[in-house]
C-alpha cells in the first residue's frame, strides 16, 4: 500500500494506485518505482511489498497459476489441474532452492496446489520470482 504518511495528497495517491493496476509490464512499475522516489524518497516497505506484487501479477500472467496466497512461512500456488503432469510435478521436486524447506500437492476446489514451504522471514518476493518459470505455459 501507498500510506498517508508518504504520499500525502489523495489524489496522487489514487492516482499511482491506477498507474500501477494499469502497468503492463516489469519496466512500466520499474518506471513508476523511479517516479516515487524522485517525487516522494525512498519508499516504505509496504510500498515496496505492494509494488513486488504488482510485479508478481505481471509474471504470472505467462503460467497457469489461477492464484498465489504468500502466508507467513509458504506460497500456495494454485494451478489449472487440467495442465499438471508428472513431469511438471518431478520439475517442482527437483526446483533447486536453498531456502525451501518443504514442499507439498494437493487438491483443491480452486484446483491443484503446489505448497512452497520457507523459513520465517524468508523473502517471498525474490524466492517467488525465481521458481516463476516453472509454471510457464
Same mark, same amino acid.
Request: proline share 1%.
Given at each position: =500500500?501507498?500510506?498517508?504518511?508518504?504520499?500525502?495528497?489523495? *489524489?496522487?495517491?489514487? #492516482?499511482? +494506485?491506477? %498507474?500501477?493496476?494499469?502497468? &503492463?509490464?516489469?519496466?512500466?512499475?520499474?518506471?513508476?518505482?523511479r517516479e516515487?522516489?524522485?517525487?516522494?524518497?525512498?519508499?516504505?516497505?509496504?510500498?515496496?511489498?505492494?509494488?513486488? =506484487?504488482?510485479?508478481?501479477?505481471?509474471?504470472?500472467?505467462? *503460467?497457469?497459476?489461477? #492464484?498465489? +496466497?504468500? %502466508?507467513?512461512?509458504?506460497? &500456495?500456488?494454485?494451478?489449472?489441474?487440467?495442465?499438471?503432469?508428472?513431469?511438471?510435478?518431478?520439475?517442482?521436486?527437483?526446483?533447486?532452492?536453498?531456502?525451501?524447506?518443504?514442499?507439498?500437492?494437493?487438491?483443491?476446489?480452486?484446483?491443484?496446489?503446489?505448497?512452497?514451504?520457507? #523459513?520465517?522471514?524468508?523473502?517471498w518476493y525474490?524466492?517467488?520470482?525465481?521458481?516463476?518459470?516453472?509454471?510457464?505455459?
Amino acid at each position: =500500500l501507498i500510506p498517508i504518511y508518504y504520499v500525502l495528497g489523495e *489524489t496522487e495517491r489514487f #492516482s499511482l +494506485y491506477t %498507474k500501477i493496476n494499469n502497468a &503492463s509490464s516489469l519496466e512500466s512499475i520499474k518506471s513508476i518505482e523511479r517516479e516515487l522516489i524522485d517525487r516522494f524518497g525512498k519508499a516504505p516497505q509496504e510500498t515496496t511489498s505492494f509494488l513486488n =506484487l504488482a510485479k508478481l501479477r505481471i509474471l504470472f500472467k505467462k *503460467t497457469f497459476a489461477l #492464484s498465489v +496466497y504468500i %502466508k507467513e512461512t509458504s506460497v &500456495s500456488i494454485v494451478l489449472d489441474s487440467e495442465v499438471i503432469s508428472d513431469n511438471f510435478i518431478n520439475s517442482v521436486l527437483m526446483y533447486e532452492n536453498d531456502n525451501i524447506k518443504n514442499r507439498k500437492f494437493k487438491e483443491s476446489k480452486e484446483g491443484f496446489v503446489v505448497d512452497l514451504f520457507f #523459513s520465517l522471514g524468508f523473502d517471498w518476493y525474490e524466492n517467488i520470482k525465481k521458481a516463476v518459470n516453472l509454471f510457464i505455459k
